[in-house]
């Protein structure tokens, strides 16, 4: 680690990065789609794909060559522990590695292979099956493998609850929400896999699940836990207690609820989980595989599947508007300044992706989100294709940036019904969360359902900081006091080493470089001790490379910002983050732009495995695909044109 960066031993040549710039600038521009977006792939770990496995073995709808190329897949990333990991290089997680097994051995991988011997060991020698998450016991009891009392009472009554009540659905978060629809149904109905090869795993028990009288056993946050314990123990009694006729009415309303949400071919929520439960819960209804709902709900899964040559893997979601208004960025810095190149071709790429973000944008639909604020116009965007019912704060924050910049009068429009739902959608702490405002009663937390600890969408750093930096780049004098709550919220959220918590990029980096991107944008000092400590901060985790790094492992007591080799999406965060507080001139802001140069490929892209944004804290992991690539390009990007700058200043947002 670096508390200091010698000046370079040779200064960086213009022609070196305009042609770095030109190269990775061309491989983007060639994976425009025709009607003007990019997307990437976005990887989670072995979960989602071992569970599209089960889910065909569910409902006898085996795909066995797609099968076999999941198969590679899941074999291919088995960690050297024997298990499965949740992102590139993690250690061994016990229901990562249960669902893998689990379906290679529904693929047909013999029980005595050498990979599944050493997985089954390891999974053995960490407790077994039995120490699985909820979500993973759940699959279990699909199949039999496990008690339906394994799993926390979660009666399909409970879609019933009004708001006032802790306990419903509408304090959680959209994902839960989506989630928990059609699994309570699902429960409700008992569901049960056709099965047809008859697969089990009782192998993976060390006690057989019928013997095994505690299933709940932390562990546990708080107090709150034993207590909800406790109260799991009496409500699953009192179910059969449940007048039928309230079962029958809210299994009812939970059925129109789903259909409410269906939202074509990209699914429930637009995220695996929830797409995969109503898939199941029509199925346990009796509705035939032909009936409309559930082809366009079986649709909407498949279309999440990443299919190769000699391998397959199912995502856990896509991102479109995120990686088009992402890669627009990249692509507006390349084109501004008076070393751009290709300036008038890239323009017209832009006016493409600003067109089909355009006709995206939610405008008449009030989704769950207005039940906080009713009369707040919609106006944002989602993060994947369609998903009209839960548009997604931080991308419409980004998309309002990318459309303002381009400076077209016809955007006006657009851009303030997005001001106006992003304003809308603050939440009382002057944060901002994903989906939902004030999404923090932080109880739910303690449930036994949420052993993942991520049932809420509370405000977070790196969206307010977008947020910020949206309305900031506007420039309404009226959005001063919506702005200064904001920026209270921001200064309060500084840790005392100087960095900034990333909720959805890895980690401290990432949230540093928001935050600072939103202090520049609304002008404070450089000199601003918040400002300061951050900027030391990055100074001091940089890497004796030049470059920056850090992994997965800072969620899970990791130290911040620290990795075993620099990354090129992480470096360029940092990059972003120091020049956005004035240090371009900086020789270690030189000495990453080298980094990023050299080890930049002969075809213009970076290289990058390990994982880069997170789901959920400890629970579920992503890599965005597109980040190595539009990321760097930002970087080398915006510094050139702040080497030819008279200000030295960032002069947007973003």
């Not at 004098?477 to 919506?482: I, L, Y």
């Amino acid at each position: 680690m670096l508390n200091h960066v010698d000046s370079l031993e040779k200064p960086i040549k213009d022609e070196a990065l305009d042609r770095a710039i030109l190269q990775a600038q061309n491989i983007l521009a060639n994976r425009q789609n025709e009607d003007g977006h990019w997307v990437f792939e976005l990887e989670a770990d072995a979960t989602i794909p071992a569970e599209y496995v089960l889910l065909e073995h569910f409902l006898d709808r085996i795909d066995t060559e797609l099968q076999e190329k999941i198969g590679v897949y899941l074999r291919r990333i088995q960690g050297d522990h024997g298990g499965w990991p949740l992102y590139y290089g993690g250690k061994f997680d016990i229901s990562a590695s249960v669902k893998a097994y689990f379906a290679l051995k529904a693929i047909g991988d013999d029980v005595d292979a050498p990979h599944m011997i050493r997985a089954r060991t390891a999974i053995l020698a960490h407790g077994g099956a039995e120490t699985a998450n909820v979500f993973t016991r759940t699959q279990l009891a699909l199949f039999g493998e496990v008690p339906w009392y394994a799993t926390p009472a979660m009666p399909v009554e409970l879609m019933l609850m009004p708001k006032w009540a802790l306990f419903s659905v509408w304090n959680m978060s959209y994902w839960s929400r989506a989630v928990i629809a059609p699994l309570v149904l699902l429960v409700s109905l008992k569901g049960r896999a056709v099965n047809r090869y008859n697969i089990h795993v009782q192998e993976l028990f060390i006690t057989p699940p019928d013997q095994i009288k505690e299933w709940i056993k932390g562990p546990f946050r708080s107090q709150w836990g034993y207590l909800f314990k406790y109260l799991d123990k009496v409500v699953r009694p009192m179910e059969k207690l449940f007048p039928s006729f309230l079962r029958k009415h809210a299994q009812k309303k939970t059925v129109e609820f789903i259909e409410k949400r269906l939202n074509g071919e990209d699914g429930l929520g637009a995220i695996y989980p929830a797409m995969a439960n109503s898939v199941m819960a029509f199925r346990c209804m009796g509705m035939r595989d032909d009936d409309p709902r559930a082809v366009i709900a079986w649709k909407s899964v498949k279309k999440l599947m990443v299919v190769k040559d000699d391998e397959a893997y199912c995502q856990p979601c896509v991102s479109p508007i995120w990686d088009t208004a992402l890669t627009g960025h990249a692509m507006m810095e390349t084109a501004s300044g008076i070393r751009a190149e290709d300036r008038e071709k890239t323009m017209d790429k832009l006016a493409k992706a600003s067109k089909w973000l355009k006709e995206r944008q939610i405008l008449d639909v009030k989704g769950d989100w207005a039940i906080n604020c009713p009369d707040v116009a919609p106006g944002g965007w989602a993060f994947q294709y369609n998903n009209d019912y839960y548009p997604d704060v931080d991308d419409t924050a980004v998309v309002g940036m990318l459309l303002h910049r381009e400076g077209k009068p016809e955007h006006q429009e657009s851009i303030e019904r997005a001001r106006h739902w992003i304003i809308g959608m603050q939440s009382s702490n002057g944060g901002w969360g994903a989906f939902d405002i004030d999404n923090d009663k932080m109880l739910l937390n303690h449930i036994p359902f949420s052993d993942h600890g991520a049932l809420l969408d509370p405000p977070t750093v790196d969206v307010a900081a977008r947020c910020i930096s949206f309305l900031a780049q506007l420039g309404h004098p009226e959005d001063k006091a919506v702005i200064d709550r904001g920026m209270n919220f921001l200064r309060a959220e500084q840790e005392s080493f100087g960095a900034w918590f990333g909720r959805w990029g890895t980690n401290y980096i990432y949230g540093t470089w928001s935050a600072l991107c939103a202090f520049n944008a609304v002008g404070i000092s450089n000199q601003d001790p918040a400002v300061k400590k951050a900027v030391d901060w990055l100074l001091c985790v940089q890497r004796p490379d030049g470059g920056w790094g850090e992994g997965e492992e800072s969620y899970e007591g990791g130290t911040p910002g620290q990795y075993h080799t620099s990354l090129p999406s992480q470096t360029a965060w940092a990059l972003l983050g120091l020049m956005a507080a004035g240090q371009h001139n900086h020789p270690a802001v030189q000495k990453g732009i080298q980094w990023l140069m050299e080890n930049q490929e002969e075809d213009g892209q970076w290289d990058e495995k390990p994982y880069n944004a997170i789901g959920f804290p400890r629970v579920f992991y992503l890599r965005y695909h597109g980040y190595r690539q539009f990321f760097p390009l930002f970087a080398l990007s915006r510094f050139r044109n702040l080497q030819s700058s008279n200000t030295g200043k960032v002069e947007v947002g973003f």
